[in-house]
């Protein structure tokens, strides 16, 4: 959030949309890369089990969320 509040000063709106959309997506890819991965190594191989499934849904709907969060928090503060 602090990267795309500070490209958003220098910048302006369009800085603070391309520094936001990067930080957005490289937290989305590393959240499951790492959640999803990590899971899959332990264990050996991907398992389709029930509990796996919600785990992988609810760690998908986390990563989806804190976008929306992160321009929520700070789409004001640029006005």
């Keep these: 959030m602090?990267?795309?509040l500070l490209a958003?000063?220098?910048?302006?709106?369009v800085g603070y949309y391309v520094a936001l959309s990067w930080c957005c997506l490289s937290i989305f890819i590393?959240?499951?890369?790492?959640k999803l991965l990590?899971?899959?190594a332990a264990e050996g191989v991907l398992v389709r089990g029930a509990k796996n499934q919600l785990r992988m849904y609810l760690t998908m709907a986390i990563?989806?969320?804190?976008?929306l969060f992160m321009y929520w928090l700070t789409f004001h503060l640029l006005r």
Excluded: K, Y
């Design 2 to 4: 602090i990267v795309g």
């Design 38 to 40: 990590s899971e899959a």
């Design 63 to 67: 990563a989806a969320a804190q976008p």
């Design 8 to 13: 958003g000063l220098l910048l302006g709106r």
């Design 30 to 34: 590393r959240t499951l890369r790492l």
